[in-house]
């Protein structure tokens, strides 16, 4: 049967063959969910048979107001309490104690349960129309990627369960971050749409499960039973690539009858069949994508896919948990080197930063040095900039700074039209530099430069290392490096991009206040780069 979850007549409907033992599909704002009575322990039974599911993979059991979750656990504490004021209703699930009126089949033999508070309206409605709380799986079938439209929803499980109830695409588009408070530290067991730092902020310590990042080991118990199951496998063998834009394409462009599951930024590069899940600087968008990539890779036929690996920052880490279950933690880092972009706003102490990177072995390109060097300002680009801006800007072929900038940048359009001119010499002598330091010996190269994103040389990095201070100390920093009255530093702080134009787009974010040791800060960024991919940054 086919309901709307805007209709309430129908949800009504769905309550009432859940109250009696049914299983129905609902919306959440995560993924479908494939629900019954989470206290009745033959319809919770059922699930287990409609999904195909190893019965000993415990269910979340979801509530639509705070004080149901009491009488499911032993206790409350005041981690989950605060959790739940900052979260709830939303995607966390938070793993306790449970009570004796969780039956057997929910809990798979633990003594703990896992419960969430959904916020989307619908799933909502029907808990409360059903009058218990609600035992749901992701309404996938066991293996598979999860549902996050209702047409995933039907495509699975038509003709297995009562009802299935429309409430339209998931907002956040993968599972429920899942964390335990049954042990000390709290720990996460699943990332999600609620990330690690927002967990961190509210409760202090919260570890990582190795099984988030790594594959578990043979005969290891997993503390989160879906762990261990090969997870979101589309049909297709999927492999993820860890590279730059360019690299990752022109590694794909070298494959025959592959599909590209890409990013925004990739599109420009790729000359095969390819579906994009998003901006390389959006992890929410990916999220929300992810899953409805992987089923339109099912209908497309493809049989051999290759994933650009995603950030692990925020949200990203969920994505980047998913994806490498979809690929069975297959990774690959084509070509023997490895780009990563230096970025942040002046003052923040990228200059410290390089000098630990060059201590650690990288390469570092000043890329703000390469661009007032004669190397961007070659004949041809002198040439262009008379063109446009008057031979008076190169009296002589020789460039005057000054009367370029007053030129220039009197207008919008002069400015435009200036990064049309430079932009592209700027990028050939830094690509002529990265291929200099290779030829050299080296293998990580860091490309420090201020307009890394606007002069489009982060398609050349894998990887993008963001460095921010705090405001009062990198006007500090400015006033005592360039001499200058707190006024004009205070005016060219406000003329550049804020520091979360660097931090949004980072695979790594390094806190240079001062007092923070850079080394330790740096030790994970090293090992991400320099060996397997798979630490967690920060
Ligand atoms: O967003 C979500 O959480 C979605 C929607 C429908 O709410 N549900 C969902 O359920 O993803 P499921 O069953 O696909 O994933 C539940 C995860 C599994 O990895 C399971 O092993 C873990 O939570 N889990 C459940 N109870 C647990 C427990 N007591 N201890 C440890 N892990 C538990
Ligand atoms: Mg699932």
Redesign the pocket.
Known sequence: MLLSGDNTNDIERVGAILRAGGLAAIP?E????LAANALDGPAVKRIFAAKGRPSD????V?ICRFDQLAPLVREVPEAAEKLAKAFWPG?L?M?LPKSALVPEEV?GG?D???V?F?SHPAAQAVIRAAGVPLA????NLSGRP?PTTFAHVKADLTGRVEALLDGGDCQVGV??T?I?LAEEPPRL??P?GITLGQLQAVLGRVEVDPAVLHRLEEGKKA?????KYKHYAPKADVVLVDASPEEYSNYVNQKDGCHALCFEEDRSFLQRPFLSYGSRYDSKIQAQRLFSALHELDLLGAEKVYAHLPSKRGVGLAVYNRLIRAAGFQVEVPGEHFVVGLVGPSGAGKSTVSGFLKEAGWAVIDCDALTRSPAVYNAACILELQEAFGEEVAPGSVLDRKALAKSAFSSPEGKKRLEEIVFPQITRAVREKIGAALAGGFRIVALDAPTLFEAGLDSVCGKILAVTAPEEVRLERILRRDGITEEQARLRLAAQKNESFYTDRADFVIENGGDADLRDQLAPVLEDVNGDGGELPL
Do not use: F, K, Q
Not at 30 to 33: A, D, K, L, S
């Open positions: 959440t995560t993924v479908y969910g993979n415990p269910l979340i979801h995607p699930t793993i809990s633990l703990t349960v896992a969430r959904p749901a799986p992701s309404a999860s599972e429920s899942v335990t067991l699943r999600g503390a989160s039973p879906g762990m």
